[in-house]
């Protein structure tokens, strides 16, 4: 029998953690931000990527059943040719440092990480009802994350450099791009996405999405603002031009991403390397089945010479060690980096399967996870964006045997 959604919903109400609705929100959730009908229609149908060449139309509902199932995929509904115009150059091979060099700037900087300030935004980010991409809640809470990354410039007294503004969606929920100019328009990448959702019911249902991916967001937030306290970053004395991104939609299948790197395609942009922090904070499972608290490093489907280099900044600037993990295709929006020709990596805050299991629901909240797990991936993320900002690659790639201890 297939269940309607009104009947879905009387069956699954009595027996989800919801949280508390106000009487302000009578609605639950607004799908219509600014009066525009986001919502599909019960034909609508959208293409899918569920494996490289894998593809098939779905409705929205089958594309929530194959989520609940823990299918991962691409909506390549809007960019079906993603790639295409880099498929040459993303056969290069990526070259990256031997090992990290810049210890005596970087290890001053992580010294100033807070986990006060994490929580602090986190607490707040996980106030809004849901951050699904097609709701209100999700517009309102894009909103805020922009003023929070521009009220960060402000007290870094870099506004005259360093500038943050929305990659406008057709959705409502708009992603954020934060650029701090180096000497080159070579970019360096560090992602997390700013959208949640309940899959149970993602019009309906409470999602504070704590840590999928709030704390990612919260984490990359925080190296964010510790790399601007560094004079020669804000200076623009750094080789490469630096990127903060939060993602928009990256649950609906990874669409704020995607068209972000379908622009970069486009306008020819260089990217070096990008980096994903998604979930960040939840080690209970680990602890539990007795294995060591680590920074999972996801290893396939990803760029392998960016991954070893990440690997190297784990075991220089971060207190536990590293696990290898897999998590499997277009698992999170990495992939639409690799998929546009450019190098990605994606780290989690453990092996895969001891990962949170309360995600996708109303119980992803805050009292799971720990902000000491979180402040290791904020030290990672920093040191990360640091020494690749600081890398000649021009001249790392006319040399095959090139170490930062040859200069």
Known sequence: MKLTNASLLAVLLPAVSARFIES????????????????????????IELSPGETRWVTEDEKWELRRNGQRFFDI???????????????KTSVFPKKPKFQDEVNPLLANLSKTEMKDHLTTFTSFHTRYYKSDYGKQSSEWLLSQVQDTIKNAGAEDRVSAKHFVHPWGQNSIIATIPGKTNSTIVIGAHQDSINLWLPSVLSAPGADDDGSGTVTILEAFRVLLLSEDIVKGNQENTIEFHWYSAEEGGLLGSQAIFSSYEKEGRDV??????DMTGFVTRTIKAGKVESVGVIVDFVDPNLTDFIKKVVVEYCDIPFVETKCGYACSDHASA????????????AAFEYSDNHIHTSDDL?????????????????????????TDFAKLEKKDDYSFGDL
């Open 24 to 47: 302000s929100e009578s609605d639950h959730v607004l799908l219509f931000p600014d009066g525009r009908p986001d919502a599909p229609t019960d034909t609508e149908k959208y293409h």
């Open 77 to 91: 509904t809007d960019h079906p040719d993603l790639g295409t115009l880099r498929a040459s150059s993303a056969s």
């Open 272 to 277: 070096k390397a990008m980096l994903q922090q």
């Open 338 to 349: 690799s998929k546009a020709g450019y190098p990605s990596a994606f780290v989690i805050e």
């Open 366 to 390: 805050i009292e799971y996870l720990s902000f000491d797990h979180m402040l290791q991936h904020a030290r990672l993320t920093l040191a990360f964006g640091y020494e690749l900002a600081f």
